[in-house]
């Protein structure tokens, strides 16, 4: 990008996902959300996990008209660094007890070896949630090393350390409007 923009923009080395192609994506994953719950009369939690995927779950949840808990759980799988570590931590757990009455949808702002939603799927099964779904904004599959398919996908996109639009890179370019590919020179200094 050029100069005299701020630095938050100068990392990027090009915009993956612009903001109307973000828009465009929840309008579909909206619908197709909308007519996978709509005969259901069980309760609807969307679990967000934090904190990449607040700005997508914000967008996505004012398209939703049918009725919708809201719950966040902090599960990381990443340090400050663009390797995943294999394990998954969970710092926010879900506080529910009637999981066996309800159809649970997983907000995630990335899909990458697939660990972390494999895991935690698996987990909130085994919990008895009466149905697990994910929905991902992004997916790389090319990286995959479990055998994981998000339910409701945004988009597929290559292997590249991506920021902005809540997905960060040691904490900073989260509040970018769009998703970004990050200048390999920022985390290989
Ligand atoms: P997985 O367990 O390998 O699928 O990793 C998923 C998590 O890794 C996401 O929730 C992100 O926090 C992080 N992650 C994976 N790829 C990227 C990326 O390109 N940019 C920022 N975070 C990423
Ligand atoms: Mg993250």
Redesign the pocket.
């Given at each position: 990008m050029e100069n005299n923009v701020p630095a938050l923009y100068n990392d990027c080395a090009s915009i993956l996902v612009s903001q109307q192609e973000i828009a465009a994506i929840c309008d579909r994953l909206a619908a197709e959300i909308q007519d996978t719950y709509k005969d259901s009369n069980r309760r609807l939690v969307m679990v967000v996990?934090l904190k990449?995927s607040m700005p997508f779950a914000a967008e996505l949840m004012k398209r939703l008209t049918l009725p919708l808990e809201l719950e966040f759980m902090k599960v990381s799988?990443?340090g400050a660094g663009t390797k995943?570590s294999g394990e998954i931590k969970i710092s926010l757990d879900l506080k529910r007890d009637d999981l066996q009455d309800i159809d649970l949808l997983v907000v995630?702002?990335?899909?990458?070896?697939?660990?972390?939603?494999f895991r935690l799927t698996q987990l909130l099964k085994n919990r008895n949630a009466h149905s697990v779904r994910t929905c991902t904004l992004l997916d790389?599959p090319s990286r995959r090393e479990v055998d994981f398919i998000p339910d409701f996908c945004g988009t597929a996109i290559p292997d590249e350390?991506?920021?902005g639009f809540g997905?960060?890179?040691d904490e900073k370019y989260r509040n970018l409007p769009f998703v970004g590919v990050l200048k390999r020179e920022v985390y290989e200094k």
């Open positions: 996990i990449g799988s990443y995943t995630e702002d990335i899909v990458d070896s697939g660990r972390t939603l790389k350390f991506v920021i997905l960060d890179y």
